[in-house]
């Protein structure tokens, strides 16, 4: 299984990025998948999610900024990130969790996104 996660880089502040996850091994269809960031000195946070149904979730500090989306026939999950701020820093990780067990779950190897003010 991979999870190849990609599209950081550096953008100003409220500027826009977009990051892509690539799944390999998997049923895409049948997983949730999500976004975790970590930004230096601090744990991993959920940031948002979609269900294999298309339901998504996100964390306040990222609502109504940042859009998640997935392209089954593609494999791929995507984040748009609009309005972009400093604290958005963080190394980005994607994750899929089976629909019906949570004990499946696999996370890519993180992508970097700086946000200068």
């Known amino acids: 299984v991979q999870l190849q996660a990609s599209g950081g880089g550096l953008a100003q502040a409220g500027g826009s990025l977009r990051l892509s996850c690539v799944a390999s091994g998997i049923i895409f269809s049948i997983f949730d998948m999500g976004w975790y960031r970590q930004a230096p000195g601090k744990q991993r946070e959920w940031v948002v999610t979609?269900?294999?149904?298309?339901?998504?979730n996100s964390a306040d500090s990222v609502k109504g900024r940042f859009i998640i989306s997935r392209d089954n026939a593609k494999n791929t999950l995507y984040l748009q990130m609009n309005s972009l701020k400093p604290e958005d820093t963080a190394v980005y990780y994607c994750n899929a969790v089976h629909r019906r067990s949570t004990f499946v779950n696999y996370w890519g190897q993180g992508t970097q996104v700086t946000v200068s003010s």
């Open positions: 979609v269900s294999s149904g298309d339901t998504t």
